[in-house]
């Protein structure tokens, strides 16, 4: 067997907000994965090269009208963000704040790839915690953004030590600093404590860079250094915010992340040494484009799949993921044996708040998603398709009214082309085009499923903090006056790769 070749990125996908432990001789990832549901994916893989996405840590956070779309309400940019991963004494932890509950979560189990965790949840956020276990057996939590505090746990993280410590640390540089330290992440070597942060300075080459500062004593004082300062040639977007981990040999290694504009934020992994008790990211100072790794190369996996729909129960493949809380009522393969169905059942103003819209991450430099619809059982006012999902949206599909069915593209601005269907199935597919953040979408459409062609106008893909998320693909099906009808999707074709056989 050879060595496994990494090449960075390594995943050209939304995998934000990474840390990474290793467990043994596997490692674990986890990411930031908001308002979609379940979240907060557990990622494994033994050559760092080849991640699997073994399970979710929640199938939903809260029940309530803003997870669940109701009344007006929804927490896209919300939800779940930066989680710490650590393992101790045979129990996995993995923590998170959700800033729209006011709340802290700590799940834990004793098995990361089962799926199966329970949780403490404490008021108030931890913003961007970093867990550290120290040697006496104390635990602590090192948090919030450019005055960083320093809070001591019970040692199950079930809640604040009465009587620990519950401090402010210190407080970061704030001249020529336009984000102060954020996304904390701590570690103790050789007698040091370590906390690594991202900041982005408003002088020298005013990017995201990574510092870290060191200890030996838990309370400080702290050094402080630049360890990552590097754009990989691309765009000025600085390469930072993640985690460090080690090979049971001794070897080590960093995974931090590039924003990569409308497809969101892409890991990279790069070696590290350690001089003078320092860390020391990457080659030369540079996040390497690719090198050799001391792993075996494993099996290979998928971030994004295709799907036949053609599954004996209702249970979805890791890589799917519903936009907010699905009612799990009212969508299902074994209703029409070999396809997805989904069934109206809450009102919608449009795909934004439409409940049990089925998404899947999309990948640079470019891909394409294609599907069919059969329309027999959609109703008078129901909208069904895919959609290139964020905040602005661009949708391709069948719309109902008055007893025909079209074929229309919309964005956020509305409804832009529009076709009559002559029949009751249609094939849809998008073009996402993320090449140099170029971030164009095509819409197309066919009624063969061989020639495709062009709907509607481009859509230029952005990166919106108010979703906080790099562009998804979705199947959606809502209905806007009654409620009950359904449609079918047959497939769901993904591909990489340039765009090929469109008319325009």
């Known amino acids: 067997m050879s060595k496994a070749i990494l090449k960075n990125p390594i995943f050209w996908a939304d995998v934000p907000d990474v840390d990474v432990i290793r467990a043994g001789n596997a490692y674990y990832m986890v990411s930031t994965t908001m308002h979609v549901m379940p979240g907060c994916p557990v990622m494994k893989s033994t050559d760092l090269v080849n991640w699997e996405i073994q399970s979710y840590i929640y199938d939903i956070i809260e029940d309530n009208d803003g997870y669940n779309l109701r009344n007006g309400q929804n927490v896209y940019g919300r939800g779940q963000w930066a989680t710490s991963l650590r393992y101790h004494n045979g129990t996995f932890y993995a923590s998170f704040v959700c800033n729209d509950m006011n709340k802290t979560y700590v799940y834990y189990t004793d098995d990361i790839e089962s799926g199966k965790w329970k949780r403490h949840e404490l008021e108030g956020i931890y913003h961007d915690m970093g867990i550290l276990f120290d040697d006496d057996g104390r635990v602590f939590m090192f948090h919030q953004c450019g005055d960083v505090r320093i809070t001591e746990f019970k040692p199950d993280l079930s809640g604040v030590l009465e009587g620990g410590i519950n401090q402010l640390l210190f407080s970061t540089p704030k001249e020529n600093i336009g984000l102060r330290c954020e996304g904390c992440h701590a570690y103790k070597r050789n007698g040091y404590y370590y906390l690594i942060f991202i900041e982005w300075p408003e002088d020298g080459n005013k990017r995201r860079r990574e510092v870290c500062y060191r200890s030996k004593e838990l309370l400080g004082p702290y050094e402080r250094k630049v360890i990552m300062d590097d754009d990989m040639g691309y765009h000025n977007k600085g390469v930072a915010q993640g985690a460090f981990f080690d090979t049971p040999d001794g070897q080590?290694?960093?995974?931090?992340?590039?924003?990569?504009?409308a497809v969101?934020?892409?890991p990279c992994i790069m070696p590290m040494t350690w001089e003078e008790d320092w860390p020391v990211l990457g080659i030369d100072g540079k996040v390497p484009h690719e090198f050799v790794t001391p792993f075996e190369e494993s099996q290979k996996f998928s971030m994004v799949i295709s799907d036949n729909f053609n599954h004996k129960e209702n249970k979805l493949m890791n890589q799917w993921q519903w936009?907010?809380?699905?009612?799990?009522?009212?969508?299902?393969?074994?209703?029409r044996p070999g396809y997805l169905r989904l069934t109206t059942f809450q009102p919608a103003t449009g795909v934004l708040d439409a409940r049990n819209t089925l998404t899947q991450r999309t990948e640079g430099p470019n891909c394409t998603c294609t599907t069919a619809i059969e329309t027999k059982g959609m109703k008078d006012g129901d909208c069904a398709g895919l959609v290139a999902l964020q905040s602005n949206f661009g949708t391709v599909g069948v719309k109902v009214e008055k007893g025909n069915r079209y074929i229309v593209m919309s964005d956020k601005t509305g409804e832009l082309e529009r076709i009559l269907l002559d029949g009751d199935k249609v094939y849809v597919r998008i073009y996402f085009d993320y090449e140099d953040s170029r971030d164009i979408a095509d819409f197309y459409y066919s009624v063969n499923g061989k020639d495709f062609m062009k709907i509607g106008k481009e859509l230029k893909m952005l990166y919106t903090l108010d979703h906080f998320m790099g562009y998804r693909i979705g199947l959606y099906n809502y209905g806007t006056k009654e409620l009950g009808g359904y449609a079918d999707f047959e497939y769901f074709d993904y591909q990489r790769g340039k765009n090929k056989n469109v008319k325009k």
Not at 252 to 261: E, G, K, N, S, T
Not at 323 to 335: K, L
């Open 252 to 261: 080590w290694f960093a995974m931090l992340f590039q924003d990569h504009d």
């Open 323 to 335: 936009n907010h809380n699905p009612d799990n009522r009212y969508w299902s393969f074994t209703e």
């Open 264 to 266: 969101g934020r892409i």
